[in-house]
Nanobody, 121 residues
Framework: QVQLVESGGGLVQAGGSLRLSCAMS????????MGWYRQVPGKQRELVAR???????HYPDSVAGRYTISRDNANNKFYLQMSSLRPEDTAVYYC???????????????WGQGTQVTVTS
C-alpha cells in the first residue's frame, strides 16, 4: 500500500509562484497515475493536474498554462509547480495516487493530508 504526504503550501501574493511536493512511501503497489486536487469550503474537490504512468498529463482550463505536474522517480516524489497565482486559486491542495495493490483486484485512490495555499490580492 502507499502513503502520501504533501508539503510546500503557504501564503503568496497574486502573480506569485509556489511549488508543492508529495512524498510517497509504502510497498506492494503499482502507481497507475498521480495528481493534485484542490478544495475550498462548500465546494467539490477539483482536479488540477494529473500525470499518468505512461507520462501523459492533463490540466483543466482553469489552470492550464500556469500549473505543471512533474515527478522524481529516484526520490519517490512528485510536484505541482504553480505560477501566476490568483486569489481564486486559494484552497487546500491534496496529492493523490491511483494504484493497483498486490493481491487485490481493482484500482484504489490514496490521498495526502492536504496543504493550505492562500493567494492574496
Amino acid at each position: 500500500q502507499v502513503q502520501l504526504v504533501e508539503s510546500g503550501g503557504g501564503l503568496v501574493q497574486a502573480g506569485g509562484s509556489l511549488r508543492l511536493s508529495c512524498a510517497m512511501s509504502g510497498s506492494g503497489f503499482v502507481i497507475m497515475a498521480m495528481g493534485w486536487y484542490r478544495q475550498v469550503p462548500g465546494k467539490q474537490r477539483e482536479l488540477v493536474a494529473r500525470l499518468t504512468g505512461g507520462g501523459g498529463t492533463h490540466y483543466p482550463d482553469s489552470v492550464a498554462g500556469r500549473y505543471t505536474i512533474s515527478r522524481d522517480n529516484a526520490n519517490n516524489k512528485f510536484y505541482l509547480q504553480m505560477s501566476s497565482l490568483r486569489p481564486e486559486d486559494t484552497a487546500v491542495y491534496y496529492c493523490y495516487a491511483l494504484t493497483e495493490i498486490s493481491g487485490r483486484s481493482g484500482v484504489y485512490d490514496t490521498w495526502g493530508q492536504g496543504t493550505q495555499v492562500t493567494v492574496t490580492s
